[in-house]
């Protein structure tokens, strides 16, 4: 990930203005955290239904930023320049074509091991993250790409002091997408069948068949929502970063699957609340320590929350079985 | 078998052809669908900032052949053989014969009818039409035959054929470097192939039969790597004095990243081994005062044979091994001795394991990786177990490492990332887990193979994933998946046991 998340301020120029450097940081992160979010929920989705990591996911929100990318271009070079129209059809576009992948993913690679030793699973999903990497590398090249700003400009306050806190227009832009995505995808799952089914194969996908729901096309549909969400994911990565490179996917999976166990894994808001802690974390990490080891601090809480609290903030304590 | 009898006469069931058509129709519509956007289009660097290219010939030309090759995949499960070779051969016959006919002249019109702009793709495409060919010839003589029983049969016969499989290939292994065709090439492969055997049957320690799941393994090999480039440049200590050392080093990190993850299983602890090892990694990179960060380390020492070594001169003015010995010196010997080196060091860890699952310890370990909380009833302390397997483990990576450093010479963290963990890993589970043998074979068809393939450079990782994920789906298990027991109630039930 590339390191200018301390943006609008490094720590050398902070002396005296504590109060809206935190600030700052507090908007990075929080950016930041709703990215890692929304890659957080499809882990968590997967999980929760058949009981694996989909390693290949955070290889989705990588594809989402390239079909982002692709579409930003196209509508470029069609003259399409009203940015809201602009950003409108290519937030479809990235859904609909990154959906397929998701889709795709689950029918060839878990679907036939649904009933194999996890480890298999997971050695699928390893591949798979390998191959799709690859792929995109081959057809796109291996150059970062970089994409000049979208939405540029923003709101200042505390002008009255030399550092100027921004809330740019790209920020506000990610955030309502967000809590819009959120309020949407909330009212999927309680509300809508899909949603119910989603609810019935996550407790016990046998009951789940036997009541007569679709158990196929249940868990092929999470895998559909959550590389949707995976793409906007990607689409907000690549006007927030302004580059992307095939290899982004790894570093944004593991965290968002960090995240995932932070909220608690199976629990979609811990998923979002795990997702905003990580994004404050790495931007305060950054911020007041050391920008080269912020993925080091990922993976540390990582490591302390299995030890002290497996089940995360918001998870349901795992029984164990004999 | 029932089938086997009722096909004797074949009564085929009539074909519904409305529904093939849209069974393929649907798959052709989700290729293009994918391809569509990543392959319709191209991002291009051109001067001033990005430019976009439009591929849609290949994308018709996938979307074309996915219809046609699910619809043969189709006729083939239905057992309609003839159709299936007739189609396989002929797609095979005609990109083939564009592909050789447009030899050398890219841009002409010959070039225009292949199906895709790479060689590589167009000859895959023929050869896998070929091989949906052979596999309908193949069922169509035999009267279809259940694949995956055949494979379990195949699993079965390959490990009661080790007894006398190993001490061949092992008998190979030794006499390799003197065939007539053991050039350096081969013999650089060869190096490569049994360092990755040796990290396999290293590994195999931890997930094969201590059944925890490592993701993180490159980590101990880094750590002997670092072990032996930093004593032997700081301290001048040799190959041999360091090796212990490096050894000891990556079992303590081993204990180190085993006790906080001791409560952790299946998924869970691959996620935090595959943390620590990146870890370990950004570590390197950026403790640039002890590590020399991404610079990486140069000028490691070479190893030498009981001080001898193996250069045209010794600098100190001592003997080296080609004068010891009176031969004429060959910049081949330094090759063949490493190769002997790692041959012994991966031995010595087989050997290690095959002794060890006898000892209480290593049964311990097995009933570990079967039931946890059965172990803990009987009085097996987990934590323990678990600590041993960890740092047994990770000492075997720990001398592959020291051994890596000392044949590159030069190492740095790019050196160990976690594509290397997971190439491990996969050579463990891609062999069967726990399966000695099937660790040789995986390690041969994963690495071996594709180095022969340079050429293919870029498509190599591709295929590399492909390949992980075929053969879990078509053996989820591993291609050699067959647990020995490793205690017998009589001497009677020789017969191995078939896992189920």
Request: with cysteine.
């Amino acid at each position: 990930m590339p390191a200018n998340v301390t943006r609008g301020g490094s720590p050398v120029n902070c002396k005296g203005f504590v109060m809206e450097y935190f600030l700052q940081q507090l908007i990075n992160g929080l950016t930041l955290g709703m990215i890692y979010g929304l890659i957080a929920i499809g882990y968590t989705m997967v999980y929760g239904i058949i009981g694996m990591i989909n390693f290949a996911h955070g290889e989705i929100f990588m594809i989402g930023a390239f079909v982002s990318l692709i579409t930003f271009l196209l509508l470029g070079a069609l003259g399409i320049t009203w940015i809201p129209l602009a950003v409108l059809v290519v937030l479809i576009a990235t859904m609909l074509f990154t959906s397929v992948y998701g889709w795709t993913l689950e029918r060839v690679a878990y679907r036939p091991l649904r009933d194999s030793p996890r480890l298999a699973a997971l050695i699928t999903a390893i591949g798979m993250s390998i191959f799709l990497q690859n792929y995109v590398q081959l057809l796109q090249g291996a150059r970062i790409k970089p994409l000049p700003p979208v939405i540029s400009g923003g709101f200042r306050f505390m002008k009255e002091s030399d550092f100027v806190v921004t809330l740019s227009y790209l920020q506000v832009f990610i955030i309502l997408l967000t809590i819009t995505l959120m309020l949407v995808f909330t009212y999927v799952i309680n509300r809508t069948s899909f949603g119910r089914a989603q609810r019935a194969c996550q407790q016990d996908l046998g009951m789940a068949a036997l009541i007569g729901i679709n158990v196929d096309r249940t868990i092929s549909l999470t895998f559909v929502t959550g590389a949707s969400l995976a793409s906007v994911a990607g689409l907000m990565f690549l006007m927030n970063y302004g580059v992307i490179d095939f290899y982004i996917g790894f570093l944004a999976g593991i965290k968002a699957f960090t995240a995932a166990v932070l909220g608690g894994i199976g629990s979609l808001p811990g998923a979002m609340l795990g997702g905003l802690l990580i994004g404050l974390i790495e931007a305060f990490w950054s911020a007041y320590f050391t920008v080269e080891y912020k993925d080091v601090a990922a993976f540390a809480i990582l490591v302390l929350v299995l030890i002290f609290r497996p089940t995360g903030l918001l998870g349901k304590p795992d029984i164990e079985k004999v | 078998m029932t089938e086997r009898s009722a096909t004797t006469s074949p009564v085929l069931p009539p074909l519904d052809a409305v529904g093939i058509v849209r069974e393929a129709g649907l798959t052709a519509f989700v290729v293009f669908a994918l391809t569509f956007s990543l392959v319709g289009f191209k991002v291009e660097d051109v001067p001033g900032g990005l430019d976009i290219v439009t591929r849609f010939d290949q994308v018709l030309a996938a979307t074309v052949l996915a219809f046609t090759g699910r619809v043969v995949l189709i006729l083939l499960h239905k057992r309609r053989h003839l159709p299936v070779i007739l189609v396989g051969l002929a797609i095979a016959a005609v990109i083939l014969g564009l592909v050789v006919a447009a030899r050398g002249a890219p841009e002409s019109a010959t070039a225009a009818w292949l199906p895709f702009e790479s060689v590589v793709v167009n000859v895959l495409v023929a050869v896998a039409a070929l091989v949906l060919a052979g596999r309908a010839a193949w069922s169509a003589w035999r009267r279809d035959v259940g694949v995956s029983d055949e494979a379990v049969e195949l699993a079965a016969r390959v490990h009661k054929a080790a007894i006398f499989l190993g001490p061949l290939m092992l008998g190979f292994a030794v006499v390799l470097p003197f065939l007539p065709f053991a050039d350096r090439r081969l013999l650089d492969i060869a190096i490569l192939v049994v360092t990755y055997v040796m990290l396999g049957w290293g590994l195999n320690i931890v997930v094969g039969l201590a059944g925890l799941l490592d993701l993180g393994y490159v980590a101990f090999y880094a750590v002997g790597a670092y072990s032996y480039a930093l004593l032997a440049i700081n301290f001048d200590l040799g190959f041999w004095v360091c090796l212990p050392f490096a050894g000891i080093m990556a079992a303590f990190a081993g204990i180190l990243l085993g006790f906080p993850v001791l409560r952790l299983r299946g998924d869970y602890l691959a996620i935090v081994t595959l943390g620590f090892g990146e870890m370990i990694r950004v570590i390197l990179l950026n403790w640039y005062e002890f590590t020399k960060g991404p610079d990486g380390i140069s000028g490691i020492p070479r190893p030498t044979l009981f001080g001898l070594p193996f250069t045209r001169t010794d600098p100190d003015g001592g003997e080296t091994f080609h004068s010891f010995f009176g031969l004429t010196y060959s910049p081949l010997d330094r090759i063949i001795f490493l190769y002997y080196l790692i041959l012994i060091l991966a031995l010595v860890t087989n050997f290690f394991t095959m002794r060890i699952r006898r000892l209480p310890i290593g049964r311990a370990w097995e009933a570990l990786r079967e039931d946890e909380v059965a172990c803990r009833s009987i009085g097996i302390n987990p934590r323990n177990t678990k600590l041993t397997a960890f740092s047994i483990g990770a000492m075997f990576g720990g001398f592959g490492g020291s051994f890596f450093a000392t044949r590159q010479g030069f190492i740095s963290p790019e050196s160990f990332t976690f594509i290397e963990s997971a190439i491990i890993l996969a050579i463990v589970v891609l062999g069967g887990m726990g399966s000695q043998i099937g660790v040789v074979f995986a390690a041969i068809l994963l690495i071996g193979l594709p180095e022969f393939f340079r050429e293919l450079q870029q498509y190599r990782m591709l295929a590399f994933g492909a390949a992980m994920v075929a053969i879990m789906v078509w053996r989820p298990r591993g291609l050699l998946a067959f647990r020995d027991p490793t205690i017998r109630l009589s001497d009677h039930d020789t017969a191995p046991e078939k896992q189920t």
